[in-house]
């Protein structure tokens, strides 16, 4: 069964950083891609940044430049990847939820998610 857990989320001041982690495993084709997707009380989730098991990575419009996701590291059966969030601003407040995708099936599994919190 595939499990993704993601964690690092907090409260920090504007200007600050902080890292989110996902760890993800239970996939015996592995994970074509792995990204974070955030939603702010009464908005629709949407993607912050992904990363693909080639070595592609994307980002919206509104990180780039401040965040960063690292690619997809594999140690046995557990894929990790991490997003560094520079230069935080109060309108980065949001859950960030991990997605991963399973290789071959493309089903997608999401972690419980992480609060950010940017106070200005």
């Known amino acids: 069964q595939v499990q993704v857990v993601d964690s690092g989320g907090g409260l920090v001041q504007a200007g600050g950083s902080l890292r989110l982690s996902c760890e993800a495993s239970?996939?015996?084709?592995?994970?074509?891609?792995m990204g974070w997707y955030r939603q702010a009380p009464g908005k629709q989730r949407e993607l912050v940044a992904v990363a693909m098991a080639g070595g592609n990575r994307d980002y919206a419009d509104a990180v780039k430049g401040r965040f960063t996701i690292s690619t997809i590291s594999r140690d046995g059966a557990k894929n990790t990847v991490y997003l560094q969030m520079n230069s935080l601003k109060p309108e980065d407040t949001a859950v960030y939820y991990c997605?991963?995708?399973?290789?071959?099936?493309?089903?997608?599994?999401w972690g419980q998610g992480s609060q950010v919190t940017v106070s200005s």
């Open positions: 997605k991963a995708v399973q290789g071959l099936t493309d089903r997608e599994s």
């Open positions: 239970g996939s015996v084709f592995g994970f074509n891609a």
